[in-house]
């Protein structure tokens, strides 16, 4: 990288307080585009919000305030992909993203001294990369009308970094510093600056929104992040622009534009990986001597979830039953191997697997391992994953005096019954029912997702019960286990919620009882759609309206 000038070190070091200030404080809405809502054609109008016959099914006093949202390291690398044509992934060097739940979800709170470094870093890359490529990224010739041609470019760049058009304020503010850019050096270390400025504003870095009902250009953010992880394409910023958002038809036909893009598969992939706990599988390690094949399978079995998901959209729109239920995948010949099916493709193919050991996404290698253990399966870590994860039950802290070491393998005995043991202490005995007894249906899995009858020469036993969930009773393995969750009302309610969650990026509040009982009769059974589901938060009360943390 080029040795910055002493113009651009000025700036960085005196001038980067005024375009942060607010990353540790309170963030206001300062323009028009900003605080209040858009009429046609972006002008500023007072009076309602951007969807003028929105339903009111909740109103906005009854929703839990959100927390500012600062973007997450995935949209932070898809928006610089946006907007310089180039996927850096400069947020693989950002600190770790904060949760809500399972889910990332960066909160408003006080950036540290080394995420400011971090974000300083990333402005300065991307700012190189757009004074290195001038014809690419200025729409004008600076030769012909240097002043002219700033102006432009600092609105169109700035329009794109966020998200909405920039007032006249920000226009001239950012013009003094182009202009203190070209001081004894040429029209790129203007660009360089004004780039690097406005990657490290808040205003770029954060999802600014409300009080109250959204504007258009709020809206649109709010949407594509949601369903993109990413900023508003062109068309939807143009909608946007010309105050074309601004009915429930016109919501539900971006909507539905946007999921029909493969962006949207990405994005429900990621919702997957991080709803059942996938996300843990590129660096989880394994007992080579037990699974010598686990490293050369382990891409296989992280790639399947994104294979699986699209075939199931594809087919019947991603219904919930099916995505639980399916008894087959889309597999690849090692994979298949794996599965104990018969297949001579290297390439990915929808691949009917034995209905008996396979029924959807808890029953394939993903799940299987992410919830296993170093050396073996672990019925307390597939059965916590259930309860917390798909019937939203979560589990009590455990007492200080709870041993939390697995018991060790022991010859001639199945790991059903080493942990039978372990629940002699009656301070454990009552939680470890819970999830033990239903984690016991996966034992017919090894660690790594391998179907088996035997371990260590004693035959399987992988019946379970379930214990204090609508549906409590016994059951019989995996397969019967999820045909038992689908027809669930508490697992149909966990799925609203956990896309709730995510949509959101917060956990639900006392104040979001109404939104989710609505979603939730929107679910309607197992048999509903994904992409209905996802529409159905999009037209939300919660969705149109943002009510700030006091």
Known sequence: MPRPNRTWLHVRLCGASVFLLGCTGTISADSPSEGTPL?????????????????????????????LHRLTRLE???TVRDLVGEDLQLGKDFAQDEYAGTFTANFFTPITEMQFAEYATAAQTVAEKAAGSMAKFVPCDPAADPTGCATRFIKQFGRRAYRRPLDDDEVARFGKLFQLGLGGADFANGVRLVVQAMLQSPKFLYLVEG??????????????YFLWNAPPDPQLSAAADAGQLGTMAALRQQTQRLLADPRALDMITDFHVQWLGLDELPTLGRDTMLYPKFEALRPAIIEETGHFLAEVLKSDGGRIDTLMTAPFSVVNKALAGLYGASSTAADWQKTTLDPQQRAGLLTQAGFLTAHGSF???????????????????????????????FPPPAPFTTTRQRFDRHRTNPSCATCHAMMDKLGYGFESYDGIGQFRTMENGVPVDDSGELLSTDIDGPYKGAADLVHKLVGSGQFQRCVATQWFRYAFARLDGE?????????????????MKVTDLLQGIVESDAFLTYRPVN
């Open 211 to 224: 009080p109250g009902p959204l504007t258009q250009h709020q809206l649109a953010a709010r949407l594509s």
């Open 39 to 67: 009429a046609p054609g972006g002008a500023s109008a007072a009076g309602g919000g951007a969807i003028s016959d929105a339903p009111r099914l909740c109103g906005g006093a009854q929703l839990a305030p959100s927390p």
């Open 375 to 405: 050396d073996g399966s672990s019925p307390i870590l597939r059965g916590l994953a259930v309860r917390e994860r798909l019937l939203c039950a979560p589990m009590p802290v455990p007492p200080p005096s709870a041993d939390q070491n």
């Open 76 to 78: 932070y690398d898809n």
């Open 511 to 527: 104040g979001d009882k109404c939104a989710l009982d609505a979603l939730s009769k929107r679910v309607g059974g197992a048999s």
